[in-house]
T-cell receptor
Framework: NAGVTQTPKFRVLKTGQSMTLLCAQD?????MYWYRQDPGMGLRLIHY???????AKGEVPDGYNVSRLKKQNFLLGLESAAPSQTSVYFC????????????FGPGTRLTVT | RKEVEQDPGPFNVPEGATVAFNCTYS??????FFWYRQDCRKEPKLLMS???SGNEDGRFTAQLNRASQYISLLIRDSKLSDSATYLC????????????FGPGTRLSVLP
C-alpha cells in the first residue's frame, strides 16, 4: 500500500502561472486535508473534505481551489500563483472512525518566483 | 493570542536526559489533543494522542491540564533518534475537521 502520495514533489512557478497539486490515498479514508507549512509557523489548513463531492474552507483558503471528484483523490489548484504561496504543501487523510489520527503525504515544495 | 502556542526552542540536550515540552491552547471547549513528530524535511507523523488526563507510551508521557489549557510532552532517557520537531495539535471543533497546529519545538539530542 502506498498510503498517501503527492505529486509533484517539487515545482517552481512564475507569478501568475497556474498548477494543480494531486493527493492520492489508498486507505479508503473519508476525510482529506490540504495544509501549507511556512518557516516558524505551524501547518495551516487551506481546505478540507469530509467525503467524495464535498469541500470546505479552512483557515487560509484565499488563492486556492479544491475538488474531490473521487474518494481517493483531493486536488489543490492555484489559479494565479503569487510569491506568498511559496511553501511546503502537505496533504493528510483520516478515517471516519473515532481516531482522529491524520496520515500525511510526503509534501510538495512549491516556489513561486 | 495564537490558538496553539508551544515552547519556542530549540532544545539541545545530552543523550539520556529528560526533556519536557509545553503547549497551550486558546479554545477551552477543545476535546482532542495530539503530539506529532516531524523529522527535517519530512511529513508529520502521530506520536501520541492525549485524551482525558493523559497517557504514557514507553519513554513518552503526555499530560493534559484542562483548567490551565495546556498539554505537555515528557521524553525520558532521550535517544539520538528523538531529534526532531514536536508539533502540538488541537482539534478545535470536536468533529475532527479543524485541526490547529502549533509552530513546533525542535529537539536536538547530542551524543
Amino acid at each position: 500500500n502506498a498510503g498517501v502520495t503527492q505529486t509533484p514533489k517539487f515545482r517552481v512557478l512564475k507569478t501568475g502561472q497556474s498548477m494543480t497539486l494531486l493527493c492520492a490515498q489508498d486507505m479508503n479514508h473519508e476525510y482529506m486535508y490540504w495544509y501549507r507549512q511556512d518557516p516558524g509557523m505551524g501547518l495551516r489548513l487551506i481546505h478540507y473534505s469530509v467525503g467524495e463531492g464535498t469541500t470546505a474552507k479552512g483557515e487560509v483558503p484565499d488563492g486556492y481551489n479544491v475538488s474531490r471528484l473521487k474518494k481517493q483523490n483531493f486536488l489543490l489548484g492555484l489559479e494565479s500563483a503569487a510569491p506568498s504561496q511559496t511553501s511546503v504543501y502537505f496533504c493528510a487523510t483520516r478515517g471516519a472512525g473515532g481516531s482522529y489520527e491524520q496520515y500525511f503525504g510526503p509534501g510538495t515544495r512549491l516556489t513561486v518566483t | 493570542r495564537k490558538e496553539v502556542e508551544q515552547d519556542p526552542g530549540p532544545f539541545n540536550v545530552p543523550e539520556g536526559a529528560t526533556v519536557a515540552f509545553n503547549c497551550t491552547y486558546s479554545n477551552s471547549a477543545s476535546q482532542s489533543f495530539f503530539w506529532y513528530r516531524q523529522d527535517c524535511r519530512k511529513e508529520p507523523k502521530l506520536l501520541m494522542s492525549v485524551y482525558s488526563s493523559g497517557n504514557e507510551d514507553g519513554r513518552f508521557t503526555a499530560q493534559l491540564n484542562r483548567a490551565s489549557q495546556y498539554i505537555s510532552l515528557l521524553i525520558r532517557d532521550s535517544k539520538l533518534s528523538d531529534s526532531a520537531t514536536y508539533l502540538c495539535v488541537v482539534n478545535m471543533d470536536n468533529y475532527g475537521q479543524n485541526f490547529v497546529f502549533g509552530p513546533g519545538t525542535r529537539l536536538s539530542v547530542l551524543p
